[in-house]
């Protein structure tokens, strides 16, 4: 399968296969006017598998959002044609608006415009938790 | 300005301040009957709570403060759909503190965020309730003149109840205590707290379903209730339940110097005929709850 080179834009590589698509969800590119790309079950050296995300345009990536689904993803910046810049990422103490909590006993679930937090409790295991009623995220 | 939210929130020299301060109360109540004259507590009961509600106003008037609230969402502006932010914020325009308690976990955390005084939270649903907890610990220092070095028996569900998850998170920042889990398996202390809580930190404790194997070992032993309606099925139910009520005939092989607790209200977790028994305390716990509430609401108001 052959996907064309990009000038100018973004390679999220490394996601964890099977990852991808809940990625490409909650950085919201189906908002997106340009081209995307979602490569699943890619070949890895490092992974075994793995998923691509190409995005045609340099846009703002939440990198706490990329952070939060897997802080082993990398983040490459292509400008004419020719890598730019590459970011390792780490998991993020806090994430705002990414997730939404799952628990009905939570006050997200009624409270108008209160933002979706939720904090860093286990960095080893990578367990996120409500910020209001401390429910895991799912 | 400070909130409690979570018991947590509070070091434990605060913890140990507030402990001091209570005891002062309950030995010289006079000195401390005028200190909040002319403030305003605001009890805010999204849910009804008759006990905690009528501890923190016992609590404010013995401080010669006054109180204004509401005791069910129905009376107040949350039935026409009022964010809790925005009631915290309007009544914070009349009182100086405010006590709230809400069926919606971490509403008081919502609350907070725009609040002009300090906020108590006085139960958030099935989450925290740290002036219960406050409770707990007064108790036990006051019987046990420490709060370390102890064995600390939790019994019945320790699965959904949150007093005993707040109580281990509190006792488990004093040094050398022990806590023995007694319940059936079905409900024993959920697995994060386990491990993100007790194994990190390197806790000793014992799980057991074996309450009167137990006993001996006990400084503390916390009762709880064992509902019918956490249950996958009736006959588990029907097996278990009488382990779990506290007789005085279980007592046998308790320590003289045992302190009974209960969170209360009890329903049948504990017989009455234990009530006359020297160690049981939860009666004295409830008197506690004024106290410490007394000393807390002096914190966060800053009166010397």
Redesign the interface.
């Known amino acids: 399968m052959i996907i064309g080179k990009i000038e100018d834009g973004i390679v999220l590589d490394h996601i964890k296969a099977g990852q991808g698509m809940k990625l490409y969800n909650i950085l919201g590119l189906d908002k997106l006017d340009c081209e995307v790309a979602l490569i699943q079950n890619a070949h890895s050296e490092k992974l075994g598998r793995k998923d691509i995300l190409k995005i045609d345009k340099i846009i703002d990536v939440n990198l706490d959002a990329v952070g939060y689904v897997d802080p082993g993803i990398t983040v490459n910046i292509i400008r004419g044609g020719k890598l730019a810049k590459r970011s390792h990422l780490e998991a993020p103490e806090e994430v705002v608006g990414i997730i939404k909590c799952k ?1 009905p ?8 415009e ?1 933002p979706q937090v939720f904090q860093l ?2 960095r080893e295991n990578r ?1 996120y938790r ?7 995220a799912e | 300005m400070r909130h409690l939210i979570d018991i947590m929130d509070l070091s434990i020299e605060e913890l140990d301040e507030m402990i001091e301060v209570a005891k002062d109360i309950i030995a010289n109540p006079q000195e401390y009957s005028h200190k909040c004259a002319g403030k305003k507590l605001a009890t805010l009961f999204f849910e009804p709570s008759t006990r905690t509600r009528l501890s923190f106003e016992a609590a404010m008037y013995e401080l010669g403060g006054v109180v204004l609230g509401f005791s069910e969402a129905n009376s107040s502006s949350a039935a026409k759909g009022e ?3 925005d009631t915290i914020r309007t009544v914070g325009a009349y009182a100086d503190i405010i006590a709230m308690r ?6 008081p ?2 609350g907070i965020r725009r609040s002009t005084v300090p906020v108590i939270n006085a139960g ?4 925290n309730h740290p002036t219960q907890t406050l409770t707990d610990l007064l108790t036990i220092s006051r019987e046990k003149d420490r709060l370390e070095g102890l064995t600390i028996g939790l019994c019945g569900d320790l699965k959904f109840g949150r007093t005993v998850h707040s109580l281990i998170n509190a006792m488990s920042r004093y040094p050398n205590n022990k806590f023995i889990l007694i319940s059936p398996e079905e409900l024993r202390i959920p697995e ?1 707290l386990k491990y ?1 809580t007790m194994i990190k930190k390197g806790l000793e404790f014992v799980e057991t379903d074996d309450l009167e194997g137990a006993m001996p070992e006990l400084d503390i032993l916390y009762m709880t209730r064992v509902q019918r309606e956490r249950f996958f099925n009736e006959q588990d139910y029907l097996r278990l339940k009488d382990s779990y009520i506290l007789t005085p005939d279980k007592l046998d092989n308790a320590k003289e110097d045992l302190s009974i607790l209960h969170p209360l209200p009890r329903v049948n977790e504990i017989s009455v005929a234990v009530d006359d028994d020297p160690r049981a305390k939860y009666f004295e716990q409830v008197r506690n709850g004024k106290y410490i509430r007394m000393a807390l609401i002096l914190k966060l108001l800053e009166v010397a």
């Open positions: 628990n006993r939570c006050i997200t679930t009624i409270e108008q209160l409790t286990d367990v409500c910020k209001y009623c401390e429910s895991k | 964010s809790v932010s809400h069926p919606k976990e971490g509403a955390i919502a958030d649903g099935g989450h994060y993100e």
